[in-house]
């Protein structure tokens, strides 16, 4: 199994993105993270949903992004708005859950978010 990351782009300072992370398989409790990377810097967090629906934000992604999942598609979203140029990162998803009798647990490749002014 695998996830794979998409969405990036190149947007400008103010403007949205939506991120998705699907995961490969059929999986179910589905939970995720993303996490974001600047070059030389510390991979930070920024959002994740339980299973159970409940969602958690560093304090720079609260009331800009938004995490959700849709179990029917494997798949966790990160809706972004509002987007600065300190945002620019790699975003890198993590995706768990139970397949079978098996916990899951992948990480998707990321996907570069550039904001210019």
């Known amino acids: 199994g695998s996830a794979a990351g998409s969405g990036g782009g190149l947007v400008q300072v103010g403007e949205s993105l939506k991120l998705s992370c699907t995961a490969s398989?059929?999986?179910?409790?589905?939970?995720g993270i993303w996490y974001r990377q600047v070059s030389g810097r510390q991979r930070e967090f920024v959002a994740g949903?339980?299973?159970?629906?409940?969602?958690n934000y560093e304090e720079f992604a609260k009331g800009r992004f938004t995490i959700s999942r849709d179990n029917a598609k494997n798949t966790v979203y990160l809706q972004m708005n509002n987007l600065k140029v300190e945002d620019t990162a790699v975003y890198i998803c993590?995706?768990?859950?139970?397949?079978?009798?098996?916990?899951?647990?992948?990480w998707g490749k990321g996907t570069l978010v550039t904001v210019s002014s």
């Open positions: 949903i339980t299973a159970g629906g409940n969602t």
């Open positions: 993590n995706v768990a859950g139970i397949s079978g009798r098996s916990h899951v647990e992948y």
């Open positions: 398989g059929n999986i179910v409790s589905l939970n």
